[in-house]
């Protein structure tokens, strides 16, 4: 069984460009989350796919989007990129929602905005 | 919205020595309380959970947790620590929908030999 694999590992940008964050689930988990990790700051609920669609959201904005696909990989785009988007991001997979069970974390993308 | 307080953000102790990282979250509905660790140059994962059932709870490498209801808290403790429980400890809430999840600021447990 593989683990939560997550592409690119790091990743620099420029500010009002756009990106797209990918995820790999392990087999048979139906549900993804994604975190926002700012340096020195614990994780940040972005939202959480279940079944291909968005069940869950924390409080980012609607530039902030995700999508899920039936091979277990799913992905996250931020638009007009800004200079407090750098970060760490996670993704998690769990086999039920984010907040009944156990999530399994990837390494995460680190990225830059300048 | 809820919140989740982890009052100490650095604790060091000394190898052998018991130790309790304190997280209190902030809710007036019912919720499943999480401890995830991260240790250096990996990924995090689950420690223990608190879904329903007897409040106090066990998970790996010894840790436990009590759920305490009525101060809305969830300490993490373990009666001896070892070098390798040196990490980055989060405490986590959710609502029992399961659709939001909250993170604390994190511990940094050094464990000094």
């Known amino acids: 069984e593989t683990g939560v694999t997550q592409s690119p590992t790091h990743l620099i940008k420029t500010r009002g460009q756009q990106v797209t964050l990918r995820c790999s689930s392990q087999s048979g988990h139906n549900t993804v989350s994604w975190y926002q990790q700012a340096l020195g700051q614990g994780p940040q609920f972005i939202f959480q796919?279940?079944?291909?669609?968005?069940?869950g959201r924390g409080n980012f904005p609607p530039r902030f989007s995700g999508l899920q696909f039936p091979n277990y990989s799913s992905e996250l785009n931020v638009n007009a990129l800004e200079l407090d988007d750098s970060a760490l991001y996670l993704c998690?997979?769990?086999?039920?929602?984010?907040?009944?069970?156990?999530?399994?974390f990837g390494p995460g993308t680190r990225l830059t905005v300048t | 919205a809820q919140s989740v307080t982890q009052l100490d953000s650095q604790v060091p102790v000394f190898e052998e020595a018991p130790v309790e990282l304190r997280c209190n979250y902030s809710?007036?509905?019912?919720?499943?309380l999480f401890w995830y660790v991260q240790y250096p140059n990996q990924g995090l994962q689950l420690l223990l959970k608190y879904l329903s059932g007897s409040t106090l709870v066990k998970g790996i490498n010894g840790f436990e947790a009590e759920f305490n209801k009525s101060q809305t808290s969830f300490h993490l403790r373990k009666p001896s620590v070892h070098i390798s429980d040196t990490a980055e400890y989060f405490c986590?809430?959710?609502?029992?929908?399961?659709?939001?999840?909250?993170f604390g600021t994190g511990t940094s447990l050094t464990v000094i030999p």
């Open positions: 809710s007036s509905v019912s919720v499943y």
């Open positions: 796919y279940y079944r291909e669609e968005e069940n």
């Open positions: 986590a809430v959710s609502d029992r929908g399961g659709n939001q999840f909250y």
């Open positions: 998690a997979s769990s086999t039920g929602l984010a907040g009944e069970g156990e999530q399994y």
